[in-house]
């Protein structure tokens, strides 16, 4: 089973910073598109930001300019650097990995921020 192992979550005041990662195995981390999605409650899960193989980004419109996800190809990892955080920003957040048709889910970080 492949496992994607998260850190970073916490609790953090508005206009705080957190730095959230992801670790894949490397067969998956070579290949997959690597993403953040979060899930607030009552919610659907959305996508925050996603990096292809190839280093090309996307971003949901709500953390454009404020959030930046990046891949270390050397540690099999990808991060998601939240800056100007704030509340509406709490949720369950979780990696994911994912190549046409498979996916991978990590087991979710909380990230709360407070007014």
């Known amino acids: 089973q492949v496992q994607l192992v998260e850190s970073g979550g916490g609790l953090v005041q508005a206009g705080g910073s957190l730095r959230l990662s992801c670790a894949a195995p490397?067969?998956?981390?070579?290949?997959?598109?690597m993403g953040w999605f979060r899930q607030a409650p009552g919610r659907q899960r959305e996508l925050v930001a996603s990096?292809?193989?190839?280093?090309?980004?996307n971003y949901a419109d709500s953390v454009k300019g404020r959030f930046t996800i990046s891949r270390d190809n050397a540690k099999n990892t990808v991060s998601l650097q939240m800056n100007t955080l704030k509340p509406e920003d709490t949720a369950v957040y979780y990696c994911?990995?994912?190549?046409?048709?498979?996916?991978?889910w990590g087991q979710g970080t909380q990230v709360t921020v407070s007014s």
């Open positions: 990096i292809t193989t190839g280093g090309i980004t």
């Open positions: 490397g067969s998956i981390f070579d290949t997959n598109v």
């Open positions: 994911r990995a994912w190549k046409f048709p498979s996916y991978y």
